[in-house]
């Protein structure tokens, strides 16, 4: 053999045996791989034994509900109200509005008998409610002794956020379907009422049928889920303490007088001639709450010393 012939051969055979070399440690790369993701998928153990359950990663996006536009208003794109910040307290979203901005729940106490705070239902028409609700939240914040050890309470500060960010004044009312969620709930729904005496100074419905809104299904699982023995919806203004139920549930007409005994809120209330239906406290009663929708006494006052006194009747309320 020559010695050209020879050369090439070696050439050759040292060629073949780099790719061997690049494919095996390839393989030896895959396999490592492999059998790293195979150890983290698999249940993890203690040096004793003990199995640990797969971790499974916490969504970040969320799927919200499908909502049918009302055919009686068109969406209104607004900006979002500023959040209410509470140092040390934690808020809990409860569900999302038409336009997807949360429903949050602040919880105070861990005692067994649950009572709630609902505000800004009519959102930026009602804004003093909002802001009531927020300064109830710091005093208990500040005096967290004024929660009796037996009370859990649940303060929603703002059950129509899309309102309140769209207009502090009569544009507000409603959520971004042009729905009055205190027309909205499934207990003496009607899809219209006469406005002899109701509210009438700017186009509201009560929806394409009962629940049909977010804000108002939300705010029905909550108390579908939780054991609330009393609940005061605030609204303003003047009207006074509407109990829930049709006729008024005794209990909730308890409530509303031992809220009368301790404020200025008229009880009976103020009788305008409007037929109230579908109310978030007629709904509550209906599931065995003591409820009242309560009206501050202007559109802009918060009566905060009052609800001070009110706020201790409905935590030592018993039914």
Not at 275 to 282: H, M, S, W
């Amino acid at each position: 053999m020559s010695v050209h012939k020879k050369k090439t051969s070696a050439i050759v055979l040292l060629v073949w045996g780099l790719n061997a070399a690049g494919i095996f440690a390839l393989l030896i790369v895959f396999f490592i791989y492999w059998f790293h993701q195979s150890a983290l998928a698999a249940p993890q153990a203690d040096p004793v034994g003990t199995i640990y359950p797969t971790i499974t990663s916490i969504p970040t996006r969320y799927n919200l509900p499908t909502i049918t536009p009302n055919p009686h208003s068109t969406e209104i794109v607004v900006d979002s109200p500023t959040p209410f910040v509470l140092l040390g307290v934690q808020s809990g979203v409860i569900g999302y509005s038409v336009s997807g901005r949360p429903i949050e729940v602040y919880t105070f106490g861990q005692g067994p008998k649950q009572r709630m705070i609902v505000a800004g239902i009519h959102g930026g028409y009602e804004w003093n409610t909002i802001a009531l609700a927020d300064q109830l939240m710091d005093y208990i914040n500040n005096n967290p002794d004024v929660i009796p050890s037996d009370v859990t309470l649940y303060v929603l500060r703002d059950l129509n956020p899309d309102g309140d960010a769209r207009d502090h004044g009569i544009d507000g009312r409603v959520n971004d379907h042009g729905v009055d969620l205190n027309r909205n709930f499934p207990v003496n729904w009607t899809a219209t009422w006469d406005r002899t005496g109701c509210f009438d100074q700017a186009p509201t419905t009560s929806g394409t049928g009962p629940g049909s809104e977010p804000e108002t299904r939300t705010m029905m699982n909550f108390l579908n889920f939780h054991n609330i023995d009393a609940l005061i919806s605030y609204h303003s203004a003047a009207l006074g303490i509407f109990p829930g139920g049709t006729p008024w549930d005794p209990n909730s007409v308890r409530l509303a007088q031992a809220i009368a005994k301790v404020s200025d809120y008229p009880f009976p209330p103020i009788n305008t001639g409007c037929v109230y239906n579908g109310t978030l406290a007629d709904y509550a009663a209906s599931r065995g709450i003591a409820a009242v929708d309560m009206e501050l006494s202007t559109h802009e006052k918060t009566d905060y010393s009052v609800n001070l006194k009110v706020l201790n009747v409905l935590l030592h309320f018993q039914k």
